[in-house]
């Protein structure tokens, strides 16, 4: 995936990974977000920028079981070089960037307020939001609540 294939239209960046808690607290929810907004013109993209040496579950291998598993229908991509994990300053996994037709920064937040052992379900419902309004050309919300996740395990 380059910015051509995305080119004219909103792009979602999810950094995320195998192994965090967090991150499979929401795959689920992740693979319906791309089922429903890719049909709607969003492009969407997963990167994996964790050090697999240090994190084998976070191989190259593993991401293409984990994607087939959990049916993300949207590239999973492996930031090799971590390169673009730190383009981005992408802390976290999750880290969620939502940009709008001009790839401008239109939202940078959580998925939505549950988390791992809580009982808020998983819904998605401040990132929908967002992408609601982007993908109807308004600006997403203001003061979005930072994510929560697992740091992105850089090489040493």
Known sequence: ??????AGRPLLVLFLCNHCPFVKHIRHEV?????AYLPRGLAIAGINSNDPVAYPDDAPERMIAEACDVGYCFPYLFDETQQCARAFDAQCTPDIFLFDADHRLAYRGQLDD??????????????RMAMDAVLTGRAATESPIPSVGCSIKWRS
């Open 1 to 6: 995936m380059s910015n051509r294939d995305a």
């Open 31 to 35: 693979a319906a977000i791309g089922r």
């Open 114 to 127: 549950s988390r791992p052992k809580s009982t808020i379900p998983v819904t998605g419902r401040d990132l």
